[in-house]
Structures are given as C-alpha cells and as structure tokens.
C-alpha cells in the first residue's frame, strides 16, 4: 500500500542521507535481508551440525515470519490492548505483554505522546531491551546526545489523563441539582413550607433541602426532627456533630432551593445593620 503524499510527514532526513551505513543498507535491503534472513541461519547450521533443513526451515523460514508478525504488532496490538495514561485522543495503549510481544514496543502510548524520546518505557521496572541498549552504547561510547522529553511535561500529560478519567466518572454520579439552578426563597417562605406536603425542609449554608426520605436512616435518629425549618448550618458543621465529606456528599443529594440572602444568622445580620442605619 501506498500512502496519500498529502498525508505523509515531513521531516529533516539529511543526517540519515550522509550516513554511509544506512545510504548502503537501502541501497542494498533486499539482498542484505535474503542473505542474513534465511542464507546464513542455513550456512550455520548446514556446516555447522549437517542441519540443512533445519537451519533453512526452522532458523531462516519460520524465525523470519515470528519477528515479522511481532514486528507488526506494534501497529496492531500496540493500539489495541492496554492502557492509555498520557492521551485518548488516538489508538495507542501501554502494556505489558505488548512489551513482550515486540520486545520492548509495548508503551506505545507515550511513544507517540513523546516521539522525540529515546525512551519506550519510562519507568524502570517496564521491559525496554532497546532503551537498556541504548543507554549502554551511550556509557560505551558508542551513542551520544539522547533525547529525553522534560519530565515537568510528562507528569502533565500523565495528570491531564488523570483528571480525565476522574471527570468522566464524576459525571456519572448524582452531585445533586447545581445551586445555580435551584428556585429562591425568602426566608418566610422557606419556615412556611418546611413542614408542608410531606416535606422536611432544613437550611445549610444558605441551601434549603428537604431531608424528609432520609430521616429514618439518619444515624443520629429523630434528632434531626429539631432542625427542620431553621437554620441548622452551625448544627451540621460542629455545633452538635461535626458530619464528615461523606455525609457532605449525601446532603448534596437533597437541594431543592436557596434562601435569598443567605441562612438565618445572615438575614437577621442585615435587618440589624439596616435597622441601625435608619436609626
């Protein structure tokens, strides 16, 4: 298959242009993989033990289909199974037995996230034979100027994935009705209806929610019977019992209005500072 030559990338090759090794490889592919495929594992064996067959057939034939398949598993598996912790955005995924599989082409995630990276595997325990090969030459001598992507933008990329996932399965869950869309009501109307049409209505933090379906399942019994229609913010934040984020959570549930200017204490705060006033 060809590509469409709109959709090919473009890239600055020259240094690979100038290096004789590889201008002599190109030159000469066809003929250096058919030697080295299948002529010499059959030269080695042939002299080596009398194996002709065997050499051909086992260390030329059926090796070189192995590696060609695990080869092609970086663009197959390598997008297929595992996880995707830097970005979602295309196929790629990081695994374990893709590793395996390609020796070492299994964190294909952060390959394509971070392509400039000499790196596969970034964490020391990942199976990455060829990043541990590189990292040899380089202690040898033999590669130099390795590039790393800076780390700051790794865990950036590793956080934002994180956040992702974490926003998608916050929004499967019930948060209750948003405060901004909850009706408003005086202060008057809010004591008027508390205990009105089945309801059980309490004031938290300036929020009114009606706590009916819940107060026999209230750990603290019928001692929340003492707080519909007042203003039980101080109560619920210490004043009796200091309720934890779970119950937080729980009373979010349980929104079906706002009080207009606030809770209780707040309400009477303005009518003595504007009684003072007039005053």
């Known amino acids: 298959m060809k590509q469409n030559p709109k959709r090919i990338g473009r890239s600055d090759i020259s240094d690979l242009n100038e290096d004789p090794v590889v201008v002599w490889q190109h030159k000469h592919y066809i003929k250096s993989v058919l030697t080295m495929a299948l002529v010499v594992p059959t030269l080695i064996c042939g002299f080596g033990w009398g194996d002709w067959v065997g050499g051909f057939v086992y260390a030329g034939i059926l090796r070189t289909g192995f590696i060609q398949q695990a080869t092609f598993c970086v663009n197959s598996l390598a997008h297929w199974l595992g996880e995707q912790p ?16 390609t020796l070492g082409e299994g964190y294909h995630n952060f390959h394509h996230e971070f392509p400039s990276d000499y790196r596969n595997a970034i ?12 990292w040899t030459w380089k202690k040898l001598g033999l590669a130099y100027d390795l590039k790393q992507f800076r780390q700051n933008e790794i865990e950036k990329g590793r956080l934002q994935q994180l956040q992702k996932k974490v926003d998608q399965k916050r929004a499967k869950l019930d948060w209750g009705i948003p405060i901004s869309q909850l009706p408003v009501f005086s202060w008057d109307e809010f004591v008027a209806q ?4 089945g309801q059980a209505l309490v004031a938290i933090g300036g929020v009114v929610h009606d706590v ?16 519909i229609g007042k203003d039980a913010t101080a109560v619920f934040n210490g004043g ?5 984020n779970a ?33």
């Open 123 to 134: 964490e020391w325990w990942q199976y990455d034979p060829t990043k541990w090969m590189i």
């Open 86 to 101: 830097f970005d979602d955005r295309n196929s790629p995924r990081d695994h374990v037995i893709t590793a395996l599989v």
């Open 194 to 197: 508390a205990r009105s049409n």
């Open 247 to 279: 119950a937080h959570n729980l009373l979010s549930t349980m929104r079906v209005g706002v009080v207009h200017g606030g809770g209780e204490v707040e309400i009477w705060k303005r009518r003595a500072e504007k009684g003072a006033e007039n005053a």
């Open 240 to 244: 009796v019992y200091q309720h934890s």
């Open 212 to 227: 009916a379906p819940f107060i026999k399942e209230h750990p603290g019994g019928k001692l929340i019977l003492s707080a």
